[in-house]
């Protein structure tokens, strides 16, 4: 599987969700484990493009396809991506747990609907659960993140 | 987390899984994964071999059959949702699909995985109850037609025999009115009860251990809703005869 644009072998144990593939396995832990039922949503990343649970697959499914976690949007000392750079310019975050599923899925809700309606948003934040509870400055930093898309 | 211990097998064609369902004991068919993968993580499922069907090529079609809408076993939620086709010719489907979970769930899980699943609050049973439809399901024996009445045995149980595959379901086309209404405590959570309506027919899920077709003038004969935490079978029932009224409404 490609993970973040590198090759990587799916490992030997089949019984390896992806999440704890990319956490423990390839030192990616910038994707968070919350309830590995797939209720909260902070272990979202993108397979093929679409935001899916990591804690819902068992990695030797993600073989042959690509794979994108919070680390793959922007490069260390690169701009951030525009989606992080809207959760940073809104407050989008608090104690910033949840945080890395909510910019995956609204990176996914993005390239679903690149001028979301105020419907849309709620509807595509709606699986991601933030217990500090920042979701008003969260959905302010949807509609800023589809500003700084497009330009 | 770490689900228990099973075989993994990841067949290329329907007629391998087909085999392997044959072959093993205590097999369970992993495709979208959405339900299934809680339970293991939560070791609440514990099967001895899991048959991962998402390597077969060809088994995501949704094409038009005989009036309805066929969607095969790895046709995503996601794509149901996103399909014109079946918004032309079964728009109760895609406005059902809409209420299952959220956008991120339905890009994995599958609409014949809800109906193998059979969870009784899920809106997809109830749908196929509602217009009538039908699963297909494989088996090195052959192939066979479960009409959606005799489908759903109980809490999570189907007529789909242990080493058969369900490789597709037949949705007729939704003639007007219908309407699918629901009461969750949170948009994507599983429905406390609901009510899909296909023209006069009307199906009820959330409120008996499959979902029930029900008469839309005395939606709650013999019904006995279980009470939870979530709500009481008193409530249930009130639900029922609220949400019946709303879908008959319109």
Known sequence: MRVNGVVHAAPSDTRRLLSDHLRHDLGLTGTHVGCEHGVCGCCTVLLDGAPVRSCLMLAVQAEGHEVTTIEGLAADGAPLHPVQQAFHECHGLQCGFCT???????????????????????????????????YASIRRAVVRAAELSKK | MKPPPFEYHAPATVDEACTLLASLEDAKVLAGGQSLVPLLNFRLARPAHLIDINRIAGLDGIYERDGGVAIQALARQAAVEDSDLVARICPLLSAAVRLVAHRVIRNR???????AHADPASELPAVLLALGGHVVARSTRGERHIEAEGLFQGVMETAIAPDELLVE???PASSQPFAIVEESRRHGDFALAGVVRAADRLALFGVAPTPVLAD???????????????????FRLQLVRVLTEKAFAA
């Open chain 2, 169 to 171: 379901a037949w949705f």
């Open chain 2, 109 to 115: 899980g599958t609409v014949c995985g809800s109906l």
């Open chain 1, 100 to 134: 890395p599923g909510f910019v995956m899925s609204v990176v996914g809700l993005l390239a679903q609907h690149p001028n979301p309606t105020a419907e849309q948003v709620d509807e595509g934040i709606s699986g991601n659960l933030c217990r500090c509870t920042g």
């Open chain 2, 216 to 234: 839309p003038r005395d939606p709650l004969k013999g019904l006995q809703p279980s009470g939870d935490l979530e709500a009481t079978p008193a």
